[in-house]
């Protein structure tokens, strides 16, 4: 992208009159927008960085921004406010936690916390329920549903039953002093309504908002932006309808249309020069989304020259398309001299990764996988961050269960059982019940002392982590609780190692956190929750890999080749997004996968796939014929006669020999 701003991209910078949205464009230059704006508010208007606040979605997009503003400031920013529209609903809560009757050191809860508890509520252990419930309370709690509401709507027993659920879920939490990832946004939004005084103080704390991927916003997250910018509205939303792909996430592509209808002053500049993409690849992309009804009518155009072709091939069946697509991707980048990095392949679900891994892993083709299991997710660093819940917020009774059995401590089931119940009934964490005289009498002296001493281990613990450095602090805590020789046990030589790895890596990450911002063990606890160690690639280098993810993974990057796969009815659109509304955000799905690539895209499907023990005839996808036909070059089918296998292994073959005779002469 050219160094300086272009005309529209320059005024959306500078306009100041009022609420502002930016329709911008797949690869248009919105955080460009975005960055350059905080600093012409710091630097050209007189704004102080503490009054300033862009909102992202990720971690990732956060520390972007961050580095960027950090470049284009002559003086470090100091209280500048980037972060997720989660960790902003933290920050607001610790500040104001005591009118909502929090205690500023509650514990924020994963998914698998909200799991346990619905399970221990529902008194159930089928999993498949127990999600569903999940997902309707979090449902309800993105459109700013309480649980009394949710009972009134209720229209049958199911619903009801769930309303029920909310209801006493809710008390948990309560009494656990934590919240779940869903309150993170729903209790500020409380709290702004119900007290005008907090309310005027962060409206003034905040006097300039700027709000990255808007379109991705729900119901919940809109009513915060709402409040928080108030009468003045004084911010700036970037976003782009045509990429709004979460909606069974709770994102509402409303939020766009109703912006307008709420800010009558609201002015819309669109971004439509895209510094990504060649104009075959552009010209294909509006050619699909204009079969979408639009909000805001938008052409993408690019100066990138013309570019090849889109190609499209036919495949017999599912596994034929993934050695297709490998063979292919070799033959390109030999051809092109490219990196793998430079090749995505991108898919509509998880199941059709499994089939390219096979044929990569047999062509030693190294390839990155989005989309799999967080460093957070690991068993190790969750026990390790049940103790530092537990030394943050001793009334995290799931993280005080976790830490007193992982590793054993002398505590038995019966002990915790009968710990338990004296606490349901004294209405008391299980922490505070152990000290109780009460309890004392209910179990032997002997089931008594053990859980005491580890009581009494993390109150030393809790004092020394609020005072001292974090690395000595987590040395001790690992050794005193043996975890190390306890994985040993546990799994065989390999597994433990690596799962200690794992734990020395958290440890490192934290003590270098601990340094970086100046803070103890029990505040970078709080901030645990919200940190996705996937976002650990500190220099955001990719590594030399072909990088396979979901579309929906995939949205905010770009590749210079693109492979979109299983491009046929049924897989995209998915077959359960008939209805019309759902066609549309599955054409903005397909949307997304062709506006990633920068130089070449090809799509590819089968006329067969195998589904279990069937095989079933597939059709291509609609949007295949939506792109129009006169930048697509078609290969394969039945007109085709079937590739001559070991004639294509032998040209590859040939390929590399010519390669690595030119490399050496």
């Known amino acids: 992208m050219s160094s300086l701003p272009n005309p529209p991209q320059r005024e959306a910078i500078r306009y100041l009159d009022g609420p502002l949205l930016v329709l911008a464009g797949a690869g248009s230059g919105k955080t460009r927008v975005i960055t350059q704006k905080i600093a012409y508010l710091i630097e050209e208007c007189g704004f102080s960085p503490t009054n300033i606040a862009a909102i992202t979605f990720t971690n990732k997009a956060a520390k972007e921004m961050q580095e960027r503003v950090g470049k284009l400031l002559k003086n470090k920013p100091v209280g500048l406010t980037i972060s997720t529209f989660h960790a902003l609903g933290v920050r607001i809560l610790r500040e104001e936690a005591k009118a909502l009757g929090y205690k500023p050191r509650f514990s924020i809860f994963d998914s698998n916390d909200s799991f346990a508890i619905i399970a221990e509520l529902a008194n159930s252990v089928d999993k498949a329920t127990i999600r569903r419930l999940q997902s309707v309370i979090s449902s309800w709690k993105n459109t700013l549903t309480g649980p009394d509401q949710a009972l009134k709507g209720a229209q049958n027993e199911t619903e009801k039953l769930a309303a029920l659920a909310y209801a006493s879920y809710s008390a948990s939490l309560k009494a656990y002093q934590a919240v779940d990832f869903d309150d993170l946004i729903a209790l500020p939004v409380e709290l702004f309504e119900n007290y005008p005084d907090v309310l005027g103080k962060w409206q003034n704390r905040l006097r300039y908002l700027l709000v990255d991927e808007y379109q991705d916003t729900n119901a919940c997250q809109y009513a915060l932006l709402k409040l928080l910018a108030g009468p003045r509205a004084a911010f700036t939303a970037v976003g782009d309808d045509d990429q709004a792909i979460y909606g069974w996430r709770g994102a509402d592509i409303e939020n766009l249309r109703g912006l307008p209808r709420d800010y009558p002053k609201l002015k819309l500049i669109k971004l439509e020069q895209n510094y990504r993409s060649t104009v075959r690849i552009l010209k294909a992309a509006n050619a699909l989304i204009s079969h979408n009804e639009k909000l805001f009518d938008k052409k993408l155009w690019s100066d990138l020259g013309h570019g090849d072709p889109i190609t499209v091939t036919i495949c017999k069946d599912n596994e034929k398309e993934a050695e ?4 292919k991707l070799q033959a390109h980048k030999f051809e092109h001299r490219g990196e793998f ?29 989005s989309g799999g299991q967080s460093f957070f997710d690991k068993a190790e660093i969750k026990d390790i961050t049940a103790y530092l819940r537990l030394l943050a917020n001793s009334d995290d009774d799931p993280a005080f269960i976790r830490a007193v059995t992982t590793p054993r401590r002398g505590v038995g089931g019966t002990t915790l059982e009968a710990l338990g119940t004296y606490a349901g009934e004294r209405h008391l964490s299980l922490f505070t019940a152990a000290f109780e005289e009460g309890f004392a009498h209910r179990v032997q002296p002997r089931q008594l002392a053990p859980l005491l001493e580890f009581c009494g281990f993390i109150n030393r613990l809790e004092y020394r982590a609020a005072r001292e450095a974090v690395e000595p602090v987590m040395t001790d805590l690992l050794s005193a609780i043996g975890y190390e020789a306890w994985l040993q046990d546990e799994d065989d030589k390999r597994v433990a190692l690596a799962r200690w790895e794992n734990v020395q890596e958290l440890v490192k990450w934290l003590a270098k956190k601990g340094d970086e911002d100046g803070k103890s063990l029990i505040e970078l606890t709080q901030t645990i929750a919200l940190i996705n160690l996937l976002d650990k690639q500190e ?3 990719r590594p030399d890999a072909v990088q396979l993810s979901t579309l929906h993974a995939a949205k905010g990057l770009e590749f210079k080749h693109v492979f979109l796969i299983g491009i046929e009815e049924g897989v995209l659109p998915h077959r359960e997004s008939q209805a019309p509304d759902k066609i549309e955000e599955e054409r903005r799905l397909m949307y997304v996968g062709i506006t990633r690539a920068q130089r070449s895209l090809h799509l590819s499907y089968s006329e067969k796939r195998k589904q279990g023990r069937d095989i079933i005839p597939c059709e291509p996808s609609r949007f295949i014929a939506e792109m129009g036909k006169e930048d697509l070059r078609f290969s394969g089918g039945p007109a085709d006669s079937p590739p001559d296998k070991a004639g294509g292994t032998a040209r590859l073959s040939a390929m590399k020999a010519m390669l690595s005779g030119s490399k050496a002469g």
């Open 324 to 327: 297709s697509v490998v063979m």
């Open 341 to 369: 990095r430079d090749y995505a392949v991108l898919y509509r679900g998880n199941f059709q990764a499994r089939a390219l891994e096979k044929f990569m892993r047999d062509q030693r083709i190294p390839y990155a996988l």
């Open 539 to 541: 220099d955001g280098s």
